[in-house]
């Protein structure tokens, strides 16, 4: 087992900045790709960034592409997402989720642990 524990969210202004980070522990040798989602109200879960075990294959979704930035430190267990120019339209509950595969995914489907989630919430 793989637990996931996200950090970082919060209130901010539009045009601001967070970093959220994911922390992992457990069975984390297990643990090769890493992604984060983002959930809004009524909406379904959405990718926002991937990042493969070595760090070196990155996929962002379009609409998060050239504000965000996916990151991880493998001798801390740790995802990192910074966000940029933050948006109201960013406004969701921000999910870690770590895969088995080395190879990086788009799809809830793929994914095999999460975290509880983060709130962020982008004021206009």
């Known amino acids: 087992q793989v637990q996931l524990v996200e950090s970082g969210g919060g209130l901010v202004q539009a045009g601001g900045s967070l970093r959220l980070s994911c922390v992992a522990s457990?069975?984390?040798?297990?643990?090769?790709?890493m992604g984060w989602f983002r959930q809004a109200p009524g909406k379904e879960r959405e990718f926002v960034a991937a990042?493969?075990?070595?760090?070196?294959?990155?996929v962002y979704a379009d609409s998060v592409k050239g504000r965000f930035t996916v990151s991880r430190s493998n001798t801390k267990n740790t995802v990192y997402l910074q966000m940029n120019s933050l948006k109201p339209q960013d406004t969701a509950v921000y999910y870690c989720?770590?895969?088995?595969?080395?190879?990086?995914?788009?799809?809830?489907?793929?994914?095999?642990?999460w975290g509880q989630g983060t709130q962020v919430t982008v004021s206009s």
């Open positions: 990042i493969s075990r070595n760090g070196l294959r990155i």
């Open positions: 457990g069975r984390t040798f297990s643990m090769n790709g």
């Open positions: 989720a770590a895969r088995s595969s080395v190879l990086v995914a788009t799809a809830p489907t793929d994914y095999d642990y």
